[in-house]
């Protein structure tokens, strides 16, 4: 009798707006419409199809489906033996037995024929990307809600019961999930609802007794209780090492900022220095020109004095050249002794002498010094450029990081062969000249300054300047990898003897590294690949043991004035072997 009360009762509250709607439509005056009485189109419609009730039934609950849709969805339901409401929830065993009820079926005819349409509203529907309402028929509604407890999505009209019905206002909501189905136990189909810290995973309380009996568990709630702390304590750690790179980020700002300040300031002094220098430059060539301009006047005029003093002499030595010779074609021998007279000596003339001696050595005097001035220039230029430039590049040394991994190396893979010109008589180039081998008889090379005297080394064609890096393969016999200056006294010494050439020895034994003379045993697995790791500006050279890991071997902090070139100097009898390895750039 209850259940029946709780259907009539459920019938009234939905018979009470259509009856109000009656009564204005048989007035003819819509007092139903005049005091507000508003008809909603969703309480005559099946919450399962969305549309009108079709041979309506009211379940024990009280709420209404269409015949077919309760039927079929409770035939779903048939394998777990419990049927239960779609929108309250409430269970019912066994299935009730469905009745179709004439007065609310009359009642949705009465309303069709008055023209009311239960038309949906203007709901989101679900789309690929949404949660979906699991409770839904036909095109599903997009899910507002998840419920832990039952483990279904709802749509805001079938969540409603959820904050209606009392036992339904304990379940746990959380927002739309696709993944409720992995709260399921696959073995026992319960909710794992516990945690087995043993094999730290999520399981159902059957689980508990069963396979991970006598194991650590404890219930979800409590796993997470204990992980929430876990996870503030990283959070909290996390938020401290954000503020400490936040403060980091604006000291590197602060960095920046310091740092374009000098510049500028470098770069405007500087402006100013070289613009008084050319200024200075310009007034010395001004005055210098000036001058040789004033004596090239003086000297040009006393020349040319001293030719018209000479013209005037050759005037005169032609006039009296004329006179003997016309006295010499007299034939009264009386006459010709009476106006012949012995003539005077003439002194040799030494103005021209003069001219060469001096006027002309001065002028090349002149520009002899201009050239040593020159040459005295570039070279405190040149000596002065490099101490400013190293200067510079200290602002790279303090930035610069090497690289770890053979990874980060590559990124600064350089491919490297070497130079023809460079290779001593007794070795042999290959593989596009990045393999060399010692022979016993001399190559036929033409000769060539940069080529090394030393037996069995090689230079790279190559400059090496910023950061780069690259591997050596060592072959049959020892060798030495190489980092070295490329000149005529470098080529000339055997590598690692000199202060500008660095040289690692690998033999079978071990590694040794060589500089100026002086040798360092270095303790390491024996390894025949080596990785060399350059970065000019900072001064730093690396060598690497390459394997599965990267093991330095020796690290060189100086500063490098000059371009540098990778050099390889095989040991060992004819066959000796090395190779610049070919990197692929995958």
Request: with cysteine; glycine share 4%; net charge neutral.
């Amino acid at each position: 009798m209850d259940i029946f009360w709780i259907h009539v009762e459920a019938m009234w509250k939905k018979m009470e707006p259509i009856l109000a709607f009656l009564r204005g439509e048989r007035d003819g005056r819509g007092e139903a419409e005049k005091k507000g009485v508003k008809l909603d189109p969703e309480t005559f419609s099946c919450c399962i199809c969305l549309d009108l009730l079709k041979d309506p039934v009211a379940i024990p609950c009280g709420h209404s489906y269409c015949m077919n849709c309760i039927k079929s969805f409770w035939d779903g339901e048939d394998q777990k033996g419990i049927y239960s409401c779609p929108q309250c929830r409430k269970t019912f065993i066994p299935r009730p037995v469905l009745v179709k009820s004439t007065m609310l079926a009359a009642l949705v005819e009465q309303l069709k024929k008055t023209g009311l349409q239960a038309a949906p509203a203007d709901h989101c529907y679900a789309g690929p990307e949404d949660v979906a309402c699991d409770v839904c028929s036909g095109r599903k509604l997009k899910a507002i809600k998840s419920c832990l407890f039952c483990l279904a999505s709802y749509c805001e009209k079938h969540l409603q019961p959820h904050y209606d019905v009392a036992p339904l206002k304990k379940h746990k909501l959380v927002e739309p999930s696709k993944n409720l189905q992995e709260n399921i136990c696959s073995r026992h189909d319960e909710v794992m609802k516990m945690f087995c810290r043993t094999d730290q995973k999520c399981i159902c309380y059957l689980c508990s007794v069963d396979e991970h009996k006598g194991h650590d568990t404890v219930s979800a709630a409590a796993e997470r209780t204990e992980r929430q702390r876990e996870l503030e304590v990283s959070r909290q750690e996390i938020q401290q090492r954000i503020q400490d790179r936040e403060k980091d980020v604006k000291l590197l700002q602060q960095e920046v900022e310091a740092i374009n300040h000098s510049a500028d300031k470098t770069v405007e002094d500087s402006e100013k220095i070289f613009t008084e220098l050319i200024r200075l430059i310009q007034k010395r060539s001004s005055d210098v020109k000036q001058q040789i301009r004033s004596q090239q006047e003086t000297e040009v005029s006393g020349v040319k004095e001293l030719q018209e003093k000479l013209e005037q002499e050759i005037t005169e030595l032609k006039r009296k050249d004329a006179e003997l010779k016309q006295l010499s074609h007299t034939e009264d021998h009386t006459e010709f002794i009476l106006n012949y007279s012995a003539p005077a000596c003439f002194k040799k003339s030494v103005y021209f002498l003069r001219i060469h001696s001096f006027y002309l050595q001065y002028f090349d005097e002149v520009q002899r010094e201009f050239l040593q001035m020159k040459d005295k220039v570039l070279e405190i230029l040149n000596e002065e450029w490099m101490k400013i430039s190293l200067k510079i590049t200290q602002v790279d040394v303090l930035l610069s990081q090497e690289p770890r991994t053979r990874a980060e190396f590559l990124k600064y893979s350089q491919q490297i062969t070497l130079d023809p010109n460079t290779a001593n008589m007794h070795l042999f180039l290959s593989e596009e000249n990045r393999k060399v081998k010692t022979t016993k008889e001399g190559q036929c090379f033409p000769s060539h300054p940069e080529r090394c005297a030393a037996r069995g080394q090689v230079l790279s064609r190559e400059r090496l300047t910023g950061r780069c890096y690259w591997e050596v393969e060592k072959g049959l016999g020892g060798v030495s990898v190489v980092v070295a200056y490329k000149d005529k006294n470098t080529v000339k010494e055997r590598f690692g003897e000199n202060s500008k050439s660095w040289a690692l020895c690998v033999f079978k034994r071990g590694f040794e590294f060589r500089h100026n003379s002086i040798s360092t045993s270095i303790s390491a697995p024996p390894s025949s690949t080596v990785g060399v790791y350059l970065d000019h500006r900072a001064g730093l050279l690396s060598f690497y043991s390459v394997s599965e890991t990267m093991t330095l071997l020796h690290r060189v902090q100086t500063t490098f004035t000059q371009p540098l070139y990778a050099g390889l100097q095989l040991y060992g009898p004819a066959g000796a072997t090395a190779e610049l390895c070919k990197i692929n750039y995958a």
